[in-house]
């Protein structure tokens, strides 16, 4: 069964159909492509899985649950969790405290606990800490943990935005264009780093990517969008070498 699927997903802006009857499954595990030229509407489907737009007509389910039209927060309890084309992280925030904002989903004190500082407070920030530093050793930022997100390297932003976004527990990540901005040595790495994600947290991962070195390295299979609709879908290998997607790349 799909973790995620899709069904003619749809949403005009005026006249401009921006996504139109879009379809898609995504089998749990995956690391699953979602590519396009400029323009296609891959961010706006990002946007309507994530509750930012509610659509004009379709349904989205994750494991079976249907979580249209939800607003963002529910949908992050439903288990959902992205990251952002261009990076947003707390900036005036240490790299410690962008990671326990994402644990706020699954670890909780009243506000009462938190203004008289009852043993329960303490006990749930102490387990935040811990559960913070570990992901951070994950991604081997911990030596960083106490540093301004912002003086972070850029190619440890992104991991840092993970981290976040895994934070919240999610049962699909979405990454949106990841590779934007790095070098390819920076690339690289990242590659490493979203497989390792999968496979360590047996992660369902779907990513909007413009770097096909990344796109072939990692994603099994891919969905092709063009003008808001699907050129089409299927194995990375096969979309990669259909005169189609060739074309709709070269704008020919
Ligand atoms: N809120 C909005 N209001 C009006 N038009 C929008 C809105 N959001 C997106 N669009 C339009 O929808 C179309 C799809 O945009 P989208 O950002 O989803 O494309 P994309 O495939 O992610 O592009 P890129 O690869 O350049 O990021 C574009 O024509 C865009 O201008």
């Known amino acids: ?61 994750l494991d079976d649950k249907d979580i249209t039209g939800l ?16 990076i947003r992280l707390f900036k005036a925030l240490s790299v410690l405290d962008n990671v326990k904002a994402g644990l706020h989903n699954n670890y909780h004190y009243s506000a009462i606990e938190g203004i008289l500082r009852l043993p329960s407070y303490f006990r749930v920030e102490k387990e935040m800490n811990e ?26 932003q992104r991991k840092l935005e993970i981290a976040r976004a895994l934070a919240t527990n999610p049962k699909l990540l979405l990454l949106d264009e ?20 999968r496979d360590e947290f047996k992660m369902t991962i779907l990513l909007i990517e413009h770097d096909m070195k990344l796109v072939s390295g990692i994603c099994e299979e891919l969905t092709v969008l063009n ?9 990375t290998g096969t979309v990669l070498n259909d005169p189609q997607v060739i074309t709709a790349y070269l704008g020919e």
């Not at 799909?2 to 005009?12: D, H, P, Q, R, V």
């Not at 749990?28 to 899985?49: H, M, R």
């Open 1 to 61: 069964m799909a973790l995620l699927e899709i069904k003619n997903l749809t949403i005009s802006f005026g006249g401009l159909r921006a996504v139109d009857d879009f379809n898609i499954e995504v089998t749990e595990g995956q690391l699953y492509g979602l590519i396009g030229p400029n323009g296609a509407g891959k961010t706006t489907v990002f946007n309507l899985l994530t509750g930012v737009y509610k659509p004009n007509e379709g349904i989205i389910k």
């Open 227 to 235: 003008f808001g609709r699907v050129l089409t879908q299927g194995k």
């Open 71 to 86: 607003k963002t927060m529910d949908i992050n309890k439903a288990g959902i969790a992205r990251t952002f084309q261009n």
């Open 131 to 156: 559960r913070a530093m570990e992901l951070l050793k994950v991604f081997d930022l911990d030596k960083e943990a106490d540093y301004l997100a912002s003086n972070l390297p850029y190619g440890k």
């Open 178 to 197: 990841p590779a934007a901005g790095m070098n390819p040595n920076e690339t690289g790495e990242l590659m490493d780093t979203i497989r390792f994600v």
